[in-house]
């Protein structure tokens, strides 16, 4: 079994910056791809942005220029670097991985979410 736990999430005023971090454990074989995605209230989940370990990052066009995706991968962990948050920005946001364990079972693993307020 694999885990994904976020955190950095919070409240912050329009303008402002968050780092939130995903780490993931367990029965690790491989790490093929970790993301992020966003569900406000009353919305669908949508992506924020994604990346296969060792390529470049892909976004959301709403987010793009403001956000980063980066990762150490000798931790398991990705990170997303918002800056300049606005009120729309607010959400749940997840961590999602695409891993293979030690079973030779690829599978998709969500993290719990972490809530990111942006208000004055």
């Known amino acids: 079994q694999v885990q994904l736990v976020e955190s950095g999430g919070g409240l912050v005023q329009p303008g402002g910056s968050l780092r939130l971090s995903c780490a993931a454990s367990g029965s690790i074989f491989r790490i093929h791809v970790m993301g992020w995605y966003r569900q406000a209230a009353g919305k669908q989940r949508e992506l924020v942005g994604v990346?296969?370990?060792?390529?470049?990052?892909n976004y959301a066009d709403s987010v793009t220029g403001r956000f980063t995706i980066s990762s150490d991968n000798a931790k398991n962990t990705v990170y997303l670097q918002m800056n300049s948050l606005s009120p729309e920005d607010t959400a749940v946001y997840y961590c999602n991985a695409v891993v293979t364990d030690y079973s030779a079972t690829r599978k998709y693993y969500w993290g719990q979410g972490t809530q990111v307020t942006v208000s004055s």
């Open positions: 990346m296969s370990i060792g390529g470049i990052p």
